[in-house]
């Protein structure tokens, strides 16, 4: 099958969401949905999709770095943060993220930028991410605690009710919070395992 990756354009909008939406129920990577396209204003970025057969059939997103370590976990260069990458599940198997990330390379160069971050939360993506041979940068825990009485009573103090906490911990400290914090088990509230990679050029 051909597969052609060119610029997102404006007109792609409505299309975008709809495979963004699509693409965005089959993996854990994200922990929020969207009911706007991003437009990364002040920063460069890159948006790129994958046409096959005339349709949107994957899509990436990077927004790139005006300080060093504004959204990127290491700080020794600009980077670029991807924050949007996927393919329609009907589209496995032909090379369409790979196609992706190359394309993505050849404009952060043309941009002057020789980094990227791919940071997940879904095991399939992290695979891929080793498959692709990323390096890893990095890895935290991501999970929801329900808060302890003294801190609801803290928030109260100013009007705030609180649900609970979206919380972040190193792996060595994740036994421990799990022993003293009643972390929230049930989909779609569960913890994940968040992993960093990079790519250098
Ligand atoms: C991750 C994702 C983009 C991979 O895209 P894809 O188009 O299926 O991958 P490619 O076709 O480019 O695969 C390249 C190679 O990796 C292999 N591969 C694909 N998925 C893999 C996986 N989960 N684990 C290990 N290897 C994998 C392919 O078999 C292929 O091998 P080959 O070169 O020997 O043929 C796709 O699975 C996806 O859209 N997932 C849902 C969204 C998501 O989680 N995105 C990550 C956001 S952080």
Not at 135 to 148: S, T, V
Not at 165 to 184: D, R
Request: hydrophobic fraction near 35%.
């Amino acid at each position: 099958m051909d597969i052609q990756i060119r610029e997102y354009r404006e007109e792609d909008k409505e299309e975008w969401m709809r495979v963004h939406a699509i693409i965005l129920s089959i993996s854990h990577a994200w922990n929020y949905t969207i009911q706007e396209r991003p437009a990364y204003e002040g920063h460069s970025s890159t948006r790129l999709v994958a046409l096959a057969e005339g349709k949107i059939a994957g899509l990436t997103d990077v927004q790139y770095e005006n300080t060093p370590g504004e959204f990127c976990f290491l700080k020794d260069s600009l980077a670029g943060y991807v924050l949007e990458f996927g393919r329609l599940p009907e589209y496995s198997g032909h090379q369409v993220g790979k196609k992706l990330i190359d394309a993505t390379i050849e404009d952060a160069k043309k941009k002057g930028f020789n980094r990227l971050e791919y940071w997940t939360q879904d095991r399939n993506a992290q695979r891929y991410y080793r498959r692709v041979d990323m390096k890893e940068i990095g890895r935290h825990y991501r999970f929801r605690i329900r808060p302890k009485q003294d801190v609801v009573d803290l928030l109260h103090k100013d009007y705030v009710g609180v649900e609970y906490l979206y919380c972040a911990c190193v792996p060595e400290e994740w036994p421990l919070i799990k022993q003293k914090y009643e972390v929230i088990e049930k989909h779609p509230l569960e913890p994940h395992l968040c992993i960093g990679f990079e790519i250098r050029f």
